[in-house]
């Protein structure tokens, strides 16, 4: 991050399955957020 | 790689901060006409795959058929380049984005980031990061855009102990948020070294 040297790379963007919200409540957001975190570490191969 | 830094720092640099004048300099002439941000966002993906063509990167997009045409969405993004924005701009989707306040406070790009719809975030600040996701779901509804935001801890990769680091660290900074309003987690905050409790350090 934050490097100027630029590289030729091969990029994939992995786009996960849609979370949905429909009746979520404020209160459950910290729950929503671990799932989030949750599918990004799975979609990039990291233990969540 | 002598060559490869010569290359980019020669090369590929110069023609990544020359597009990205000429291209935000056009956008800022699309601003004084469109209010929705829409040409702003059509220039700044022309902006991208210059940018990605330059730097010879291959991008390429996985799950496409998951997205509804007409849909609005919140993305969430991991966050570990400079290269990150431009790659996002390939998902063809009217994309605002959530960025650090930092950016906002630069001559001319502030200006043009607002212009075209984007929205800043006060990592401090989270009454006037609240206001800004208002903002946000605001857009949603009415404009029917997706909104981007790279989630915490950039540049580090889950998992690794940097990141378990720095959700630590996030969970003090809470944690001293919660003293500044009085509540009983006070205990915890004086580990935080922005904590504004004196009483505690």
Redesign the interface.
């Known amino acids: 991050?934050?490097s100027?040297?630029?590289?030729?790379?091969?990029?994939?963007?992995?786009?996960?399955?849609?979370i949905s919200t429909e009746g979520i409540k404020l209160d459950a957001r910290g729950e929503l957020n671990q799932t989030?975190?949750r599918k990004?570490?799975e979609s990039?191969g990291?233990?969540? | 790689m002598l060559l490869?830094?010569l290359r980019?720092?020669l090369l590929?640099?110069p023609l990544?901060i020359g597009s990205t004048a000429v291209f935000g300099f056009l956008s800022l002439l699309a601003s004084t006409f469109d209010k929705s941000g829409r040409t702003q966002h059509a220039i700044a993906r022309r902006w991208a795959r210059f940018v990605l063509a330059a730097?010879?990167?291959?991008?390429?997009?996985?799950?496409?058929e998951?997205?509804e045409k007409d849909a609005s969405?919140v993305l969430?993004?991991?966050?570990?380049?400079?290269?990150d924005t431009p790659?996002?701009l390939?998902?063809p989707l009217q994309i605002r984005f959530f960025a650090k306040q930092g950016l906002f406070r630069i001559p001319l790009l502030g200006g043009h980031l607002r212009r075209a719809g984007h929205f800043p975030v006060a990592r401090d600040n989270p009454r006037a990061s609240l206001k800004s996701l208002t903002d946000g779901a605001r857009l949603i509804r009415e404009r029917g855009v997706s909104v981007l935001l790279f989630?915490k801890a950039?540049?580090r990769?889950?998992?690794?102990a940097s990141s378990r680091r720095a959700r630590r660290t996030w969970r003090s900074r809470r944690a001293c948020r919660r003293c500044r309003s009085g509540s009983p987690a006070r205990g915890r905050c004086c580990r935080w070294d922005r904590c504004t409790c004196g009483r505690m350090r």
Do not use: C, W
């Open positions: 991050m934050g100027l040297h630029v590289r030729p790379h091969a990029v994939t963007v992995r786009i996960g399955d849609p989030l975190r990004v570490a990039i990291e233990p969540g | 490869s830094r980019a720092y590929i640099d990544i730097s010879g990167a291959r991008v390429r997009v996985e799950g496409l998951k997205l969405y969430v993004a991991n966050h570990s380049s400079f290269m790659v996002v390939q998902i989630r950039a540049g990769p889950m998992g690794s």
